[in-house]
């Protein structure tokens, strides 16, 4: 990705309600604020402008009764 990264999209299939959402990146952990509102495909996460480096995502949701836990890296160049 050419940087700045305003924002983060997150696809589930099956709809999931997204819980918990953190990324880690060369300035340190930031906790991202969620609102869960109900079972959705499509998520749009705001993360205010990140710059150059790695960042690891790391997401919790719930699909039904089942709590699902992942993660993912990208790098902003």
């Known amino acids: 990705?050419?940087?700045?990264?305003?924002?983060?999209?997150?696809?589930?299939?099956?709809?999931?309600?997204?819980?918990?959402?953190?990324?880690?990146?060369?300035?340190g952990l930031m906790p991202v604020m969620v609102t869960a509102i109900g079972e959705v495909a499509d998520y749009s996460v705001p993360l205010g402008g990140l710059g150059a480096g790695q960042y690891t995502v790391s997401w919790k949701a719930r699909i039904g009764i089942r709590d699902y836990r992942g993660s993912f890296t990208f790098t902003v160049k």
């Open 1 to 27: 990705m050419q940087g700045p990264v305003n924002d983060l999209q997150l696809h589930f299939n099956p709809p999931a309600r997204l819980d918990e959402v953190t990324v880690n990146g060369p300035d």
